[in-house]
């Protein structure tokens, strides 16, 4: 079993050697969610690869059943479950890959005035009903299962997303590559959502702009990320308006920093 740290100083290494001294420690920077995540599958056997958040977990024989769906359908590369909140309420997970319109949908809150008309929600997968199979744009990374087969024809996660994102470009290419993505409600999951990230949002927030940012450089072209950032940055001065307290100390300073370079620049920040 491998198990991948980075750079902890809360006494996981030593617990680990102590309590599961078979496994296999692999110490390494922080390299992002992407990052640990290529770190554990490129050591890891089997069919298929469990990406499960630290802030979720299984319910009943959830595992099996995903691994079963998946054998059923080789055409899959990816199989996402159902995930629930903790109060047992659904957690809607399916999303739809980022477009110019999209981003506006979300970041200027327009959404909100048909919150069920895909003209206006496709970023969020409105009206994907989530009680039977389905095949979906991309999910939730917080649980998904990859079949291994599919990740050596397009390759693990690309560590320059350090967070957020990471799950958007990679699904995206499986799409490019033929491979499918399918959602499966016969497995459940809990998941807390938000558990890490919330607890250093300011900082996070902004790596969540960046993701769209460097997602938009990749998938289509320098001017198309740097129209993206000019949107982003309307929006985040739009925000830091109308928004109260730490929103708007949020969104001030994610205005700052896209209003302080182009999107290649802020791209090659490190």
């Known amino acids: 079993m491998p198990v991948v740290d980075h750079g902890s100083i809360d006494g996981t290494l030593e617990l680990v050697r102590e309590r599961f001294p078979d496994a296999r420690l692999i110490e390494q920077e922080n390299k992002g969610l992407g990052g640990g995540s290529n770190a554990g599958m490129r050591v890891a056997s089997g069919d298929y690869f469990l990406l499960l958040n630290s802030d979720a977990w299984a319910l009943d024989d959830a595992v099996e ?52 008309t895909r003209a206006l929600n496709a970023f969020y997968g409105s009206r994907f009903a989530h009680d039977r199979v389905r095949e979906a744009e991309w999910m939730m990374g917080a649980c998904l299962l990859v079949r291994r ?12 997303f350090f967070m957020f994102s990471e799950e958007t470009d990679w699904l995206y290419r499986f799409h490019r590559a033929g491979w499918k993505v399918l959602f499966f409600p016969g497995a459940e999951f809990v998941h807390v959502g938000g558990a890490t990230t919330s607890q250093n949002w300011g900082p996070m927030y902004r790596e969540q702009l960046r993701g769209h940012l460097r997602f938009f450089a990749k998938h289509g072209s320098p001017r198309d990320a740097e129209r993206a950032r000019r949107l982003l940055l309307s929006s985040m001065r739009l925000r830091a308006l109308v928004f109260r307290g730490e929103r708007r100390k949020t969104t001030a300073q994610a205005a700052r920093w896209l209003a302080s370079g182009r999107a290649r620049d802020l791209l090659e920040e490190s």
Do not use: C, M
């Not at 903790?86 to 477009?99: A, C, H, W």
């Not at 087969?149 to 320059?160: N, P, Q, S, Y």
């Open 149 to 160: 087969e599919a990740a050596d024809t397009v390759g693990l996660f690309d560590e320059d």
């Open 65 to 116: 059943k995903l691994a079963a769906f998946a054998d059923e359908h080789p055409d899959a590369a990816v199989v996402g479950p159902r995930l629930l909140n903790t109060d047992g309420s659904l957690q809607r997970t399916v999303r739809g890959f980022p477009t110019i319109w999209r981003l506006t949908t979300e970041y200027f809150l327009l959404r909100k005035l048909g919150p069920r």
